[in-house]
């Protein structure tokens, strides 16, 4: 596996809490991903960044934010967290572009009560 | 964007016999489809792609099919094993990347002894 990996890889939390979920790469990779997985729906992309502070929209991006501020570091952030967002969250990694493979962190399974 | 099909979203076979998935997408720009197998529990890994430049791609038991005109690529495992067990999905990727891999909902292999 690639030097892919995701904390906390469990969480639970309350409906209108933040959460912060964090992606470290010690591959030197350029562009990093946000997915979430859901029963019935596959992969769906949430935000991406093609580069430190350069980041852009995926196809489900509402009610969700994101920030590169070092090579190695992608963090998702849910500003008031509700519970259509409770799904496992998986970190993704690329080279220098989008078709180049993409590795998978180990996933985040986030719970929203 | 682009929209991606894929059939059948359960598929049972004989150990032995061959595996045969369906995926079509909606964006001719598209030039990218990778294949991912996901084990339960587990990340998506990738185990073979084909570009547009490319109408078919061979790996050992698994071999990728594209037909451009008809907008479809194909999964084939040939020789199929207890271990070919999971769920496998379908991407692709547009032309410009901007939008990151759109994913099909996936299949589940079961593989019967």
């Known amino acids: 596996d690639a030097g892919i990996t995701q904390s906390p890889r469990h969480k639970v939390t309350e409906t209108g809490t933040p959460v912060t979920l964090r992606c470290h790469q010690t591959?030197?990779?350029?562009?990093m991903y946000w997915y979430r997985q859901d029963p019935g729906h596959g992969l769906r992309l949430i935000h991406y960044?093609?580069?430190?502070?350069?980041?852009d929209k995926g196809e489900v991006s509402d009610g969700y934010s994101v920030s590169r501020s070092k090579t190695e570091d992608f963090l998702l952030t849910l500003e008031s967290a509700t519970s259509s967002q409770t799904s496992v969250y998986f970190c993704?990694?690329?080279?220098?572009?989008?078709?180049?493979?993409?590795?998978f962190g180990p996933g985040t399974r986030l719970t929203v009560l | 964007g682009e929209n991606v099909e894929q059939h059948p979203s359960t598929l049972s076979v004989q150990e032995g016999d061959s595996a045969v998935i369906k995926c079509t997408y909606s964006?001719?720009?598209?030039?990218?489809f990778p294949w991912y197998k996901q084990e339960l529990g587990k990340r998506p890994q990738l185990i073979i792609d084909i570009r547009s430049n490319v109408g078919e791609k061979k790996d050992q038991r698994i071999a990728v099919t594209l037909n451009k005109t008809a907008k479809h690529f194909s999964l084939h495992i040939t020789e199929t094993q207890p271990e070919d067990s999971a769920v496998y999905f379908c991407a692709a990727l547009t032309g410009g990347g901007a939008d990151g891999l759109t994913f099909g909902k996936g299949t589940h292999l079961i593989i019967q002894p």
């Open positions: 964006d001719s720009a598209s030039n990218y």
């Open positions: 591959e030197n990779h350029r562009y």
């Open positions: 960044s093609y580069g430190v502070k350069d980041t």
């Open positions: 993704a990694i690329s080279r220098d572009s989008p078709a180049d493979t993409q590795y």
